[in-house]
């Protein structure tokens, strides 16, 4: 047995076997951390995140039938994680808002790139993940999978559960919504 793979109890003959928690954290939880960046934008806690969903994989487990592939177990786990984090994160964000004002979040991390070209990268992936923000969950997410993770679409079909052909309706639609949420944006700041 290859350690790579997530080790599982042996069961009688008719019963389905469950992987290991261990050798599931250990599989996954690189693709785990992904999705969680780059569906919850450079905002997001990914170790908090992905602990998270490993401790809620932990619960439910013994649910898991086998039925779907582990990554699409975990992925749809994922989705559901992040998108609520984002919700709470918006109405936090908001709150302090109204009771702070308009304050900049600091950048603690030093890079090696220059403050213009350091501004420059936070600036357009805030605009990327601005516009991202504003389409809907299903566009937004089977986008961030394409262009960002770079999975083809049959792997989106399977990791998601929807038809290999509704994911390429979605994604043309997402990236027509993109393409003109930006371009309203940009049409704004000239």
Known sequence: ????????????????????????????????????????GPRIDVDDLVHEIFLIAHRRLAEFRGEAKVTTWLYRITERVVSGRRRRDRARR????????????STAAMSRLTPIE???????????????DRLGEKYRSLLILFELEGMSGEEIAVLTGIKLATIWVRLRRARLLFLAELERDRGGVR
């Open 118 to 132: 350091e501004l420059e990268r936070q600036q357009s992936r805030d605009a990327v993940y601005g516009v991202l």
């Open 94 to 105: 908001f709150m302090t808002r109204l009771w702070r004002g308009d304050v900049e979040e």
């Open 1 to 40: 047995m290859s350690p790579a793979r997530p080790r599982a109890a042996s069961a009688p003959e008719g019963v389905a076997v469950r992987p290991d928690l261990d050798a599931l954290y250990r599989q996954h939880a690189p693709a785990v951390a992904r999705w969680v960046a780059h569906l919850g």
